[in-house]
């Protein structure tokens, strides 16, 4: 009997939780509709027009920094957002219903309207993470769909049944950035764990480092991108990315962090400092890597100079492998 009871009280729990959870994500994508519209009006009266969301920018950081999610780029897509979706009545009960990340992925990519109402239906039915969404952008479903139809898409202004109304991926770090919550909210996984100990653990013996940021976000192209840990090195005068990977390693990381360091000289680093490095950790279960990532233009004195400076390779894949060991332990007992 009170097993029965108790079951019905997790239900309640977790019911209201899921309504908190959409409501969030819904007032979040709301507002940027809101920004869109009002920065996109007014463009439209006033004299400087594309200096608008640069001025909007601009007012946020120097009066308002705390409020995150307002940079530039940002902004500029609400208004791209807004313009998107302004005479569409039918897309707002859709929009509300994903993440802000994944409805940028859609309004981004899809060349029609038909597109979007596909990808914004099948986001909902089955409550796609980004990767999942990116998965099958990239592999051009809906293509795939319409030749397996041997027809255009028909459209239908029937809505997603409430039945097929999934939880909102809320965890989103626009989401936590809106409640002013912190981004590791969301993370209680393997992977957080272990980052949360490597942050302690290069504070402490690394010579020099100065923590920036978890989750740190960088932006290439019309993409964003996180880098898990990101520090600053005083006696290298760089930016230090550091990138947990479980399972096995292979090339592509290499190529990845490349990217991430381009995005942080570009956009990050000033002008008086070096080149950023990146540094890679893989920890599989038979084996823990560390590889460091360097900018081509560095000397080779310069790239003696980072590996002396920087936490030697050994020690950070026996701490790494540490770490792993106690979380697993824990885990088990």
Known sequence: MFETNFNELIVLIKNRRNNAYRKVNEELILLYLDVGKYLYELQQTSHYGDKIITN??????????EIKGFNKRNIERMVQFYKTYKDDEIATPLVTQLSWTNNFLIFSSSKSKEERYFYLKLSIKNNYSKRELIRQIHSLYYERYLISEGERLPFSEKLIDEDDYPNTRILDTYSLEFLD??????????KKSIINNLKDFILEIGKGFTFLGDEY????????YYIDLLFYN???????????KLGEFIPEYIGKM???LEALDRNVKKENENPSVGV????????DIVEYSMSKNLSQTMISEY????ID??????KLREVKNILSNNNGS
């Open 56 to 65: 909007a920018a601009e007012y946020m950081q120097n009066n308002y920094s």
């Open 181 to 190: 919550l912190p981004n590791n909210y969301s993370e209680k996984d393997l």
């Open 217 to 224: 976000r960088v932006q290439v192209g019309n993409r964003d």
């Open 234 to 244: 005083r006696e290298l005068s760089c930016l230090v990315a550091f990138e947990l």
């Open 258 to 260: 490349n990217l991430y």
């Open 280 to 287: 890679i950790l893989c920890s599989s279960k038979n084996s």
């Open 307 to 310: 590996k002396l400076k920087l």
């Open 313 to 318: 390779q050994k020690i950070l894949q026996d």
